[in-house]
């Protein structure tokens, strides 16, 4: 089993930027895909961004398209999310999650792993 710990979450203001980091607990863990994902108080969880380990083009939610950037580094066992131009739309809390199969996105996905979560805030 493996743990997935996020951090880098706080508040900010609208125009700012916050950088979430997500390690794996086993150095060894090469899941088939990372994503981050969201949930605001009273919505349903979103994904957010997603990135297949092994390499190519990671996959963005529009909301976040031009804003957000998914990284990894895979000698860390860390998966990143650079979140710049912040929105109070943004507000909610960040999950990062590990996939062992494909598809990374859409139909078919399937997250098996989780973090306990970090809260985003961005203040208007």
């Known amino acids: 089993q493996v743990q997935l710990v996020e951090s880098g979450g706080g508040s900010v203001q609208a125009g700012g930027s916050l950088r979430l980091s997500c390690a794996a607990s086993k150095a060894t863990y090469r899941p088939y895909c990372m994503g981050w994902f969201r949930q605001a108080p009273g919505k349903e969880r979103e994904g957010v961004a997603y990135i297949y380990t092994a390499g190519g083009s990671p996959y963005y939610v529009d909301s976040v398209k031009g804003r957000f950037t998914i990284s990894q580094d895979n000698a860390k066992s860390t998966v990143y999310l650079q979140m710049n131009s912040l929105k109070p739309e943004d507000t909610a809390m960040y999950f990062c999650?590990?996939?062992?199969?494909?598809?990374?996105w859409g139909a078919g996905a399937e997250y098996n792993y989780w973090g306990q979560g970090t809260q985003v805030t961005v203040s208007a």
């Open positions: 999650a590990a996939a062992r199969f494909g598809p990374c």
